[in-house]
């Protein structure tokens, strides 16, 4: 959206006609660092959710060994999800902190969205930077680039043909691609009625978020939650808000 006045232009209310969304995204927490909000009033309105992803975080936490962290982060992961009313979770299991961008990652996303048949796919910001001169890191990227061609790779029944013989028929009926955390923000999602339910989401990555801070948990949920809330609020009209980088199809 284009920029007037050196002022920020204001950001557009996402699409509201769609029933099913598949979130993707690398990691065990991504979502819940901020787009679980979103996410808690899409289903709260009856809407569909589920949640792919890519690994189970077990390269994440410096004191635990990864055999160790992948299942207790899988389950944190699981309870994070149930807190803003997903119950499909399901892990792809591709080594954390290692994803290569390519077409094995983009035929398991195809498979993904042909199986889920989603109208709106979700996920994490796939810039080099999150603003500024803050780098992303390597999975964050590789996952939503790869995302972004795996929507029109599931509409293609020429590309990875093996998933037709799979059962998988193509699925052409994603109208849009929502980019959370992104530096390019185009539209939001009114935050105040999934707040309480994001920061319980945030909360139930316990595990993580004691290795990451000495802050009690709660206090640092809510303090995170607040500032990205917060930070997209002017360009929404004063609400809180949800900001996503949206792409159309």
């Known amino acids: ?69 992948g299942p207790l982060r899988e389950q944190e992961q699981r309870a994070g999800a149930a807190a803003v009313g997903v119950s499909t979770v399901e892990f792809l299991r591709h080594p954390d902190g290692v994803i290569e961008y390519g077409t094995a990652l983009r035929r398991d996303f195809a498979a993904a969205i042909r199986h889920h048949r989603p109208e709106l796919v979700l996920t994490l910001n796939l810039h080099d930077t999150w603003g500024g001169v803050t780098w992303n890191t390597p999975d964050h990227r ?26 998988l028929a193509p699925w052409n009926g994603v109208r849009y691609v929502a980019v959370a955390g992104s530096p390019r923000p185009t539209h939001a999602v009114d935050a105040g009625s999934g707040y309480e339910r994001a920061v319980r989401s945030l909360m139930a990555h316990r595990t993580y978020i004691e290795a990451l801070t000495d802050q009690d948990p709660e206090q640092y949920c809510r303090s995170f939650l607040n500032r990205t809330i917060k930070a997209a609020s002017a360009r929404f009209g004063g609400r809180p808000a949800v900001p996503f980088e949206l792409f159309t199809r």
């Open 1 to 69: 959206m284009a920029e007037t006045s050196g002022a920020p232009a204001q950001l557009a209310e996402m699409p509201a006609d769609w029933q099913r969304a598949l979130a993707i995204v690398a990691h065990p927490d991504d979502l819940e660092y901020g787009a679980s909000a979103a996410i808690a009033s899409w289903t709260e309105a009856g809407r569909d959710v589920g949640y792919v992803l890519a690994t189970r975080g077990e390269a994440g936490i410096d004191a635990i060994e990864p055999a160790e962290a």
């Open 142 to 167: 590789a996952v939503g680039r790869a995302v972004l061609d795996a929507v029109t790779d599931a509409g293609n029944r020429w590309i990875f043909p093996e998933l037709v013989e799979d059962g």
